[in-house]
């Protein structure tokens, strides 16, 4: 049973504009959050984490949001640029377990 | 900087062939992983290794099996590959559970034919 749903396959948004992506869990233990972007060919590579004590991250062009009523977390990405391509998983896991759940993915296209 | 290596960029092994896969990371992490990704169903933890000589089960563990000796390398083993083993296998370090990040190494791309 998929414990964190990207419930989005695939996303285009023009150059300059936002991109949003969306991301559900359902365990409420979950406590710590990550999103992860992956390139063709290779591994994934970490972007920004946000934990359970706060309901918004930011680190330059990118902003996580949480929210815990809801169990639902976004990605921001402004302004998108091309380079921005490539899947991203968001991941959750409990501070009292073991192990990181990953979502299905999804693959964002910005087109110049 | 950060470095997670694996052993072969890209597999090509017959049913019910053994076949190893190697992880090595140089960042002194405690902890392991192994994942398999396939399309539509995200990353899959294999198996993970919080120490040298442990290790857990993952989500799907079946038909593998693992090795932890030294602490910079984690060994995931097909102890009989099938065909539904071919899929991107993917390693992982972090320095604690639960709350860190995991650095991944660029993935295998395994095929059994």
């Known amino acids: 049973d998929q414990q964190v749903k990207q419930n989005s396959p695939s996303l285009s948004v023009q150059e300059g504009r936002i991109s949003i992506l969306n991301c559900d869990y359902t365990?409420?233990?979950?406590?710590?959050f990550l999103w992860y972007k992956k390139y063709p060919a290779e591994g994934p590579t970490f972007l920004i984490s946000?934990?359970?004590?706060?309901d918004k991250n930011e680190d330059g062009r990118f902003t996580v949001f949480l929210n815990k009523s809801a169990k639902h977390l976004s990605l921001h990405i402004v302004p998108s640029q091309p380079g921005d391509s490539a899947v991203y998983f968001c991941a959750a896991s409990a501070n009292t377990g073991n192990q990181f759940y990953f979502g299905t993915g999804t693959s964002l296209t910005v087109i110049p | 900087d950060v470095k997670v290596t694996q052993s072969s960029r890209y597999l090509v092994k017959r049913t019910g062939e053994k076949v190893f896969l190697e992880c090595v990371q140089d960042m002194d992490h405690e902890n392991m992983f192994w994942y398999r990704q396939d399309p539509g169903l995200g990353l899959r933890l294999i198996y993970f290794s919080y120490d040298v000589k442990m290790k857990e089960k993952g989500d799907i563990p079946e038909g593998y099996s693992v090795s932890r000796e030294k602490k910079e390398r984690f060994s995931l083993i097909l102890e009989s590959a099938s065909t539904n083993q071919t899929s991107m296998y993917l390693c992982a370090s972090s320095s604690y559970l639960g709350g860190a990040e995991q650095y991944f190494g660029p993935g295998t791309r395994l095929t059994v034919t």
């Open positions: 365990n409420s233990m979950f406590d710590y």
């Open positions: 946000i934990s359970s004590i706060k």
